[in-house]
């Protein structure tokens, strides 16, 4: 079956209770039991058959052993996370989504979870801290949010495997419609399912997909005893989102490659990211495997041009935190998505106080395009 057949069916396809085309939010904490231990779910932090559906529906599509949800992306990373023990080491790039640093430097450095930065894109690098030792595992994003840096995920599998790590990838940006890592080698995939998973800006939710039964059993065990899980409303609403991803997710690709045409020629704009600017390092790495460039497009205003003003101008699109709903979204990581990551970092990498992430929506490419225009035209200083 092709991934848009999978998308609308999934391994769960009606209710075996009802036959409803739809799974029903179960919304309940607790279930009666036949006898003392003769039960199918037990308790809904546990299992809930709502939840167990979408956890079904991501790992079929991911292509890996079984999934997880959780309340939010942050739940199920911390979860991911929570498998490691005082002393190790986690690889992690050095532009990665500020709250997965923050999580990292700020709450699990209590519990002597030690981290390195590398370059996503240096092989070399990533290869001599793993020949360091004590490395447990190695954690991408791929592209990396915000400066669309794209790893390739194959080569930093076999390097980490080499030396008995495991290989997390953050898949948020591309979905399992347009890339799946556990194809090239990743143990863990984790989503942020707010974002195109869920698709609508409505729901906060987090998922985990791994390729083994033995980290499925691990994780699912934290997920059971810290009890981050997703509710059965959400996991419903994910549900109904996942049935749109492949329209959704085709009108993203359409719609941010002419808003990246436009950009090239656009005098206010110094730099862009995008991972399909056929000049951009990552392209080859990007078009072998992932089947699409997304909806995310990060740009440098330029020195002639207020941004604050250009944002403020801005009518169609949205300033907002988050990214991958219907409407287009724009943000500034300096001081929203990356605030958490240490200035030096920010400036030496590029995330500088000028650069804005640009999530394109799904409305008529040419109002989003009118829209930036506008708005740089009020942004422009006299």
């Known amino acids: 079956m092709k991934i848009e057949s999978m998308l609308v069916h999934g391994p769960v396809d009606k209710d075996e209770a009802t036959g409803a085309v739809n799974i029903p939010i179960y919304q309940t904490s607790t279930y009666a039991q036949q006898g003392l231990g003769v039960f ?8 809930n058959p709502t939840r167990e559906a979408l956890e ?4 079929s599509l991911e292509g890996g052993y079984g999934g997880l949800a959780f309340a939010s992306g942050m739940a199920a990373t911390t979860a991911v996370l929570s498998m490691f023990r005082a002393g190790e080491r986690i690889i992690i790039p050095d532009n990665l989504y500020g709250g997965t640093f923050r999580v990292l ?18 092989i070399a690098q990533l290869k001599t801290e793993l020949e360091k030792g004590g490395v447990s595992a190695v954690f991408i994003e791929t592209p990396t949010n915000p400066l669309m840096d794209v790893t390739d995920i194959r080569l930093v599998a076999d390097a980490a495997h080499e030396k ?16 799946r ?31 083994t039964k033995e980290l499925w059993d691990r994780i699912q065990f934290i997920q059971n005893s810290t009890g981050g899980v997703l509710g059965p409303f959400d996991s419903f609403m994910l549900l109904t989102g996942l049935k749109t991803l492949a329209v959704r997710m085709d009108r993203h690709n359409e719609n941010a490659a002419k808003v990246f045409d436009y950009l090239k020629g656009e005098p206010a704009v110094t730099k862009i990211y995008y991972t399909g600017d056929p000049a951009s390092k990552g392209y080859e790495i990007q078009n072998r495997q992932a089947a699409g460039h997304g909806g995310m497009i990060s740009f440098v205003v330029a020195d002639g041009y207020d941004h604050k003003a250009f944002v403020e101008s801005l009518k169609l699109i949205t300033l907002g935190e988050s990214l991958g709903g219907v409407e287009s979204l724009i943000c500034h990581p300096a001081t929203m998505t990356h605030a958490a990551i240490p200035k030096e970092i920010r400036d030496r990498v590029g995330i500088t106080d000028t650069l804005l992430r640009l999530s394109v929506g799904i409305e008529n490419a040419d109002d989003i395009i009118n829209d930036l225009k506008e708005a740089f035209a009020k942004a422009k200083k006299s």
Do not use: C, W
């Open 164 to 179: 008995d790590a495991l290989v997390i990838v953050d898949n948020t940006f591309m979905s399992p419609y347009l890339q």
């Open 56 to 59: 079904k529906a991501i790992a």
């Open 40 to 47: 199918k779910y037990e308790y809904s932090r546990t299992g």
């Open 105 to 122: 430097d700020k709450v699990f450095s209590h519990f002597d979870l030690k981290y390195t930065i590398v370059a996503p894109d240096d």
């Open 181 to 211: 890592p556990i194809e090239y080698g990743a143990d863990i995939v984790v989503h942020s399912a707010t974002k195109y998973i869920g698709g609508h800006s409505n729901t906060v939710a987090g998922l985990v997909v791994t390729k």
